[in-house]
T-cell receptor, first 112, second 107 residues
Framework: ETGVTQSPTHLIKTRGQQVTLRCSSQ?????VSWYQQALGQGPQFIFQYYREEENGRGNFPPRFSGLQFPNYSSELNVNALELDDSALYLC???????????FGQGTRLTVV | GQQVMQIPQYQHVQEGEDFTTYCNSSTTLSNIQWYKQRPGGHPVFLIQLVKSGEVKKQKRLTFQFGEAKKNSSLHITATQTTDVGTYFC???????FGTGTRLQVFP
């Protein structure tokens, strides 16, 4: 167990809807990163938060947004869902940006 | 999105055979990490390499960082069925995962 928990584990949404995914980081970790992993692909970096501030962003449109809270837990919000948003969404926490990342189990999002 | 090519993409081996995956960058890296993802699971950290030419071993796994800090390899000696999964390299300073090498081990 990594101590990183994500909720929900599975989710089915309709195209055009909005979704919020949640992540509780490991105790003592102030950095949270979010990734999208399509089937058979490597994880794609969405964005990273460090002490409640966005600290880097991948090549994802603005409808992907996030938050980090004072307790370092985090949310990923996706608006106007598209079919291609169907993927496993992974959250990873670390003590700084460049150290070992501990991944949660992921949220499997299906957009129909 | 940007990804780094790992080779091979797939590798099927007989239990007891060796396995190697390679990861290459076009630019110099400050460090490289390796992760393993079992089928249906999430990536799990294996190792971080920082120094030029660094070699680290974990039981049957040997990790190497190139002298120019642009490439890395993971070698597994005498594979076991428990080694099944996808192995990813990760460039932490660029926040990029490799495309992964999926290893299948036949008993």
């Amino acid at each position: 167990e990594t101590g990183v928990t994500q909720s929900p584990t599975h989710l089915i949404k309709t195209r055009g809807q909005q979704v919020t995914l949640r992540c509780s980081s490991q105790s003592g970790h102030n950095t949270v990163s979010w990734y999208q992993q399509a089937l058979g692909q490597g994880p794609q970096f969405i964005f990273q938060y460090y002490r409640e501030e966005e600290n880097g962003r991948g090549n994802f449109p603005p409808r992907f947004s996030g938050l980090q809270f004072p307790n370092y837990s985090s949310e990923l919000n996706v608006n106007a869902l598209e079919l291609d948003d169907s993927a496993l969404y992974l959250c990873a926490s670390s003590s700084t940006e460049n150290t070992e990342a501990f991944f949660g189990q992921g949220t499997r999002l299906t957009v129909v | 999105g940007q990804q780094v090519m790992q080779i091979p993409q797939y590798q099927h081996v007989q239990e007891g055979e060796d396995f190697t995956t390679y990861c290459n960058s076009s630019t110099t890296l400050s460090n490289i990490q390796w992760y393993k993802q079992r089928p249906g699971g999430h990536p799990v950290f294996l190792i971080q390499l920082v120094k030029s030419g660094e070699v680290k071993k974990q039981k049957r796994l040997t990790f190497q960082f190139g002298e120019a800090k642009k490439n890395s390899s993971l070698h597994i000696t005498a594979t076991q069925t428990t080694d099944v999964g996808t192995y990813f390299c990760y460039f932490a300073d660029k926040l990029i995962f490799g495309t992964g090498t999926r290893l299948q081990v036949f008993p």
